[in-house]
């Protein structure tokens, strides 16, 4: 009896604490702002989650492209062209050591003079992390062996994630994910490659907030001619088919031009029409924030509109900026990809996800080397994590919802 009378006490005890916690959390729901309700539904959204880890790997992979890239992205060797993706044995009976099996090449008459590629499974080559890529007598440092960059920036060094811990040969013996047509290995390039995809999206995006948000802005207060005009403008590009002008502007763009410049020409070009229908947006929520009695307030108080507009109006919808941002970032990657795919957009020795597809344009590519399209792969993730993304964060931007 006196036992069970000890278990209802405890359960009783359980249940007001409970209660007494779904209170403070109930109270803590009153006093949050906006952005701390928009992140405790955010994280609800388990997919959006998901989606925000892997585009946190993305960015985390390029920033630091060059440590995750153990090889010079522009290193070739057409003794080892067109090896398939090379499998890592992480364990050494029950250790943990990870090592490769060497690759060897053969082109003969009885291989109708096509490169067969052999694996020699008595040869172990060991795979040492932070390690730094050995040299081989004679080889010059900077080219493959002995792969430098600057960390972050401005550190010197030559260590990458993984490296071999001795040389098998003067050429390389990784291949994580195969080497192109020229002897290049696809692991490095891709990295590189993910690091300007990615960017681009960001600083295109950056120019398509600023258009849209100021161009948005002045039409939706001042009205009257203002708008006018700026909605034309917006009319006129909207007009206009996206395909065919970008391939018009990129075409315009000089051969000759060095990879910085081509790079920043993309990205302008991509960002020409994309501040568009961030700008309708915005005017459409000025249009009806523009008569409310905070805005009204604060011209009272002397604002000026421009402090008015950036001050109070903006930061009223932020949420919904950011939510329109992340949705318009995945279209901004697909056209690059789709540029550089057809030739017009970043070019060698540019590196990004498109010009590493422009590489397996053609059937022959697809059918003998399929790991080609591994990029495509890269693509498509990142995309699909965008869109989930920005479904959590549209579905968060209202909390109250």
């Known amino acids: 009896m006196a036992e069970q009378t000890q278990e209802q006490t405890q359960e009783l005890s359980e249940q007001i604490e409970e209660s007494l916690s779904n209170r403070r959390d109930d109270s803590n729901v009153y006093i949050a702002s906006q952005w701390q309700l928009m992140w405790w539904r955010l994280r609800r959204h388990k997919l959006a989650m998901a989606s925000l880890i892997i585009l946190a790997g993305f960015y985390f992979i390029s920033a630091f492209a060059e440590f995750f890239a153990y090889t010079h992205p522009l290193w070739a060797d057409a003794d080892i062209a067109e090896i398939p993706i090379q499998q890592v044995q992480w364990f050494d009976g029950l250790k943990f050591d990870p090592y490769v099996h060497p690759i060897s090449s053969e082109r003969s008459i009885a291989t109708n003079f096509l490169r067969v590629y052999t694996k020699d499974e008595s040869v172990k080559i060991r795979?040492?992390?932070?390690?730094?890529?050995?040299?081989?007598?004679?080889?010059?440092?900077?080219?493959?062996?002995?792969?430098?960059?600057?960390?972050?920036?401005?550190i010197p060094t030559t260590r990458h994630y993984l490296t071999p811990d001795e040389a098998y040969s003067d050429s390389p013996v990784m291949y994580w994910i195969g080497t192109d047509e020229l002897g290049r290995d696809l692991w490095s390039r891709l990295m590189l490659a993910t690091r300007v995809s990615m960017s681009i999206g960001l600083i295109a995006v950056a120019i398509s907030i600023i258009l849209g948000v100021v161009l948005g802005g002045i039409s939706g207060f001042y009205g009257g001619w203002t708008d006018n005009i700026i909605q034309r403008i917006v009319e006129v590009l909207r007009s206009v088919p996206t395909i065919p002008l970008w391939m018009g502007l990129a075409a315009a763009v000089p051969r000759d031009w060095s990879v910085v410049k081509m790079y920043f020409a993309v990205t302008v070009i991509i960002s020409l029409l994309g501040w568009t229908t961030l700008c309708r947006e915005v005017r459409g929520r000025f249009l009806s924030l523009r008569e409310e009695d905070f805005v009204m307030a604060a011209e009272l108080a002397g604002a000026g509109r421009m402090r008015i507009i950036l001050r109070h109006m903006v930061p009223s919808f932020s949420s919904h900026i950011i939510a329109a941002v992340t949705l318009s970032i995945p279209f901004i990657i697909i056209a690059e990809t789709s540029l550089s795919y057809l030739g017009l957009g970043m070019r060698e020795p540019g590196i990004s996800w498109g010009t590493l597809l422009y590489q397996a344009q053609n059937i022959t590519s697809v059918a003998t080397r399929p790991w080609m399209l591994l990029p495509g792969v890269a693509v498509i993730v990142a995309v699909l994590a965008f869109n989930f993304l920005g479904d959590?964060?549209?579905?968060?931007?209202?909390?109250?919802?």
């Open 392 to 401: 959590g964060l549209r579905d968060a931007a209202d909390p109250y919802g």
């Open 127 to 154: 795979l040492n992390w932070f390690g730094q890529t050995p040299q081989p007598e004679g080889y010059v440092a900077g080219d493959y062996w002995g792969y430098e960059y600057n960390f972050l920036g401005f």
